[in-house]
């Protein structure tokens, strides 16, 4: 009798543990694609999302507040440092320093400290326009473009710095230089100029840096907003953030299909970056700047630092040099 009671207590146990499986999956599947805020703040325009995965912090900009930041997820501080004039980008070099660009040229930035120093002085190139976004390529050259003051279409220009300070033009007739990633394999690099609402891709040579046989690889739809900043995952698919479009969307560059759309808490979205211990979490930037009234009381959180796991995992981006 004994036997089969505890045939009996063993079925119904088997049982439960049948019925509780899936809930534990689909709590587990409701954290994917569930945006959070990552850090709490007002930065006018948010800006240029970098991971560093050797520190495991989230370097970005606040481009009107004329900032650099670095945020650390674990401990949610935020250190500041105030630039000189508009910042477009940073980029880490090494333990101690970061490259950043600002109206005049490429400067060298103590990370503790915010101290800069002069590293390519750009003026000659950048009349009536100032840097904008830029990375770095897996050679460890710096990518950054520009953007013309009044916006006016054609007037900037993409360059490539090289670890000497010497400044390349590699794309010309440029209106808002934003997003830049590269392959895996080397062989590609991704590029958006907001205003074309295209993604373009490049063969890529990574010994020399030259880019040739531009095409387009998406065409965005208008009513998703415009591309801004880009990450690239470990498929090689694009994370594009969604000027006027509330989202990050990722793409497949050779197809150019959208795959998922991932709606954020702010009206305008401005780049994103993988980071976390495993590059699994997706670090959004967003701004405060050109919405309605409307717009602004819709989205309370615009400006600040947002997270999100998408279910798959970036990869390390390049460190200057």
């Not at 400044?167 to 590029?191: A, C, E, F, P, R």
């Not at 295209?198 to 040579?205: E, G, H, P």
């Not at 495993?278 to 701004?287: G, Q, R, V």
Request: include cysteine; charged fraction near 20%; aromatic fraction near 10%.
């Amino acid at each position: 009798m004994k036997k089969y009671i505890f045939i009996l207590i063993a079925i119904i146990l088997i049982s439960c543990d049948f019925k509780e499986k899936p809930q534990e999956k689909s709590t587990e599947a409701a954290k994917i694609n569930e945006v959070t805020v990552a850090y709490k703040t007002d930065a006018a325009l948010g800006e240029g999302a970098f991971w560093n995965h050797e520190t495991n912090e989230l370097y970005w900009i606040d481009i009107e507040g004329k900032t650099a930041h670095i945020f650390n997820p674990k401990t949610t501080e935020n250190r500041s440092f105030p630039t000189a004039s508009h910042i477009g980008t940073i980029v880490p070099k090494n333990k101690n320093e970061a490259l950043i660009a600002l109206v005049d040229g490429i400067y060298t930035m103590n990370v503790h400290t915010g101290e800069t120093t002069v590293f390519a002085d750009m003026k000659a190139q950048l009349t009536g326009c100032r840097l904008n976004d830029g990375k770095c390529d897996p050679a460890g050259r710096l990518w950054v473009g520009s953007m013309n003051w009044q916006q006016e279409k054609g007037k900037a220009k993409l360059f490539a710095i090289q670890n000497n300070g010497a400044v390349t033009t590699k794309l010309d007739s440029v209106t808002i230089s934003n997003g830049i990633v590269w392959t895996k394999d080397q062989k590609t690099m991704y590029y958006i100029d907001t205003p074309t609402s295209q993604i373009k891709a490049y063969d890529y040579d990574n010994a020399t840096g030259n880019i040739s046989n531009e095409r387009v690889a998406v065409q965005v739809s208008s009513d998703l907003g415009f591309p801004d900043g880009m990450a690239i995952d470990a498929e090689d698919m694009v994370w594009v953030g969604m000027w006027n479009g509330n989202a990050v969307i990722r793409f497949n560059p050779k197809t150019g299909e959208l795959l998922q759309k991932i709606e954020v808490p702010a009206h305008n979205i401005t780049s994103c970056a993988f980071g976390g211990d495993n590059l699994e979490i997706l670090y959004i930037t967003s701004a405060k700047l050109d919405m309605t009234k409307e717009e602004a009381e819709k989205y309370p959180l615009a400006g600040s630092i947002f997270q999100v796991q998408t279910g798959v995992k970036g990869v390390k981006s390049a460190f200057f040099n």
